[in-house]
């Protein structure tokens, strides 16, 4: 299979495999990558909370095209900021690159069986810190596949990320703002 080369292509040389991998322009690679992603948040929230097979795969659903979506935005809002400053970045290298990024994501899944099967170690506790762990490691990817690809500085790679998040961190912060406000004017 050659989602499995292209993985072993990056672990022996990452310098020649990023570049290599979005020459391919490799979207069917990218929706695997979304997929995971999607299943990996889906099992993070939801194992053992007795959850139907119709409303796992509704979830799944919902949350792959949220993935889909918001690597979409990301990706066009990366490529602004690089155009920016003449760098000639394709929006979808970077979706790809957005989409590779999300097996990262697998590790909530192996967190998520390791809290399901010992509860009495409280790891549910460290949710919030697996997320921003798994988070962490997946935009230091990203811009770590940045600067392989369009040999650009540390600093740069990760403001353009940044940069194309934006948009979801503004809208995090509305849904605060409303819920406050929601939840003001119930008491």
């Not at 999607?38 to 139907?52: E, R, Y």
């Not at 066009?76 to 003449?86: E, V």
């Not at 000639?88 to 998520?112: D, H, M, N, R, T």
Request: proline share 3%.
């Amino acid at each position: 299979m050659n989602l499995f080369k292209s993985y072993f292509a990056y672990m022996e040389n990452p310098e020649k495999a990023v570049p290599d991998f979005l020459a391919q322009r490799a979207v069917g690679y990218a929706c695997v990558g979304y997929f995971a992603a999607a299943l990996g948040w889906v099992l993070f929230f939801n194992i053992g909370a007795g959850l139907s097979v119709a409303g796992l795969l509704g979830k799944l659903i919902i949350i792959f095209a949220a993935e889909v979506t918001a690597g979409c935005f990301a990706a066009a809002l990366c490529g602004l900021f690089l155009d920016f400053f003449r760098v000639k970045a394709s929006s979808v290298e970077l979706f790809c690159l957005l989409g590779s990024s999300g097996f990262i994501k697998g590790l909530l899944i192996a967190f998520s069986l390791c809290a399901a099967m010992w509860p009495q170690a409280h790891l549910f506790l460290l949710w919030p810190l697996a997320a921003l762990l798994v988070l962490g490691l997946q935009v230091v990817y990203l811009t770590r596949g940045l600067m392989r690809a369009y040999s650009l500085s540390a600093w740069k790679s990760l403001v353009a990320w940044l940069f194309g998040l934006i948009p979801f961190g503004v809208a995090a912060f509305l849904c605060g703002i409303f819920a406050v406000w929601g939840m003001s004017l119930l008491f």
